[in-house]
């Protein structure tokens, strides 16, 4: 999908929503912008970063699982002081 955009009076650039439908970007989500003379690239910053939330009894965690073997992971979570 190509569109075109225009700045605002704060030199601001809206995008689209059917622009970010398109590109697949959620709302929220942070961009990393990068410029080269003539051309400016949007990029989606990836979320590692998540927040606990309570449902119910349980605490759940709302980001990425890391990519550690769960026996690792529960070992290191044995021995984990603060």
């Known amino acids: 999908m190509t569109t075109i955009v225009q700045l605002d009076a704060s030199n601001r ?5 059917e622009l970010r439908r398109a590109a697949g970007i959620p ?4 961009l990393k912008a990068s410029a080269t003379p003539g051309r400016i690239v949007l ?3 990836p979320t590692a970063h998540g927040k606990v939330v309570k449902r119910g009894k349980l605490r759940l965690w709302t980001g990425e699982v890391p990519s550690t073997p769960l026996a690792e992971a529960v070992e290191a979570a044995r021995h984990y002081e603060r």
């Open 13 to 17: 650039i809206v995008l689209p929503r």
């Open 27 to 30: 709302r929220w989500q942070k």
């Open 43 to 45: 990029e989606l910053e």
